[in-house]
């Protein structure tokens, strides 16, 4: 048997996805050929991406008013995409962002050098609650104090945190919003496809697809019709949205694979029930591990338990001279991949959609175990 892996990126795929890539590698559909050896203006790969597309929108509802991209540069290069596309929109050169962890920092930090970037909200504060004292980044600030400027071109948000573990959960505040010509970007990089999308005061939604969507090289954006052309004179070609959309996302050669292989991973999806299946069997997977460590004495989470992230659970062993034990025997037992990230450190499990049920019970009885024997 594989062992079950935890990792937060490029992350497990679906087992069936790797199965149906291994048997189509040398010949796709009689073709002679593998995906990687085929021009990406053929007709099959085209049929490919169309079919991609086409799933994905079925998947998540898109509405007919929104174009689907596939780009190169990872959610890293849409912190740059973002604002040199939407930043000229108004003519106020101004943009919003809520800091909520490591991901949306970065994403403000690079919106600074193309126009007058603006922190609508943060939680690099420590926040005292009935709940008790939280950490800077392990709460989510309240969209009702969030300073929105009306002549913003677009307010950034970052919904999961994938570092700090922090999910952004108040959707329908979201959607009540009052600035409602300001569009929202949303980086959903670690979430995407892990529920549904609310459409309605969205602009610009994107992901990295080797969190919880395919591998790395392929970044999906899904932008609204009348954001797409108004791109800085500086905007390179091959990030431009609206050049990039009217080129079916072929204005160059396309990450071919990366496509081909995400392609897998939506049907997969459709057969667990799409987003709405998945979105249950996620929810059953983190309360079965927050659970578990909210009733045991060794382990703790320190993220507001009203964002919890569904995908990527950080915890701490209240013993931290156990962590190297932790993660050895953790590996032994074959799982993989659970220390935490450098800047948080202790341990985190990232259970994405292609991280099943059993991964989890597998994990929660491994922790079981280790606090009996150390505990
Ligand atoms: C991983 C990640 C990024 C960076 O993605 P790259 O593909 O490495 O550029 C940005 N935002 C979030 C939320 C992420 O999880």
Redesign the pocket.
Known sequence: MRPWNFSA?PSALPLPVLEQAAAEMTDWHGSGMSVMEMSHRGKQFTQICAEAIADLRELLAIPDNFHVLFMQG???AENAIVPMNLMGRNGAGKADYVLSGI?SGKSFKEAGRYGDAAVAASSETSLSTPEGLFDPWTWFPGVSEWVLRPDAAYVHV?T???IGGVEFADWAALSALPQSDVPLVL?M??HFLSRPIDFSRVGVVYA?A??NAGPAGVTMVIIRDDLLDHALPICPSAFNYGAVARADSMLNTPPTYAIYIAGLVFKWLKQQGGVAGIQAVNEEKARLLYSYIDTSALYVSKVHPSVRSRMNAPFFLRNETLNAAFLQEAESAGLMQLKGHKSVGGMRASIYNAVPLQAVQALVSFMQDFERRHG
């Open positions: 990126g990872g959610a890293t991901w970052c999961n945190e994938t980086d990089s670690s990295g080797q969190k």
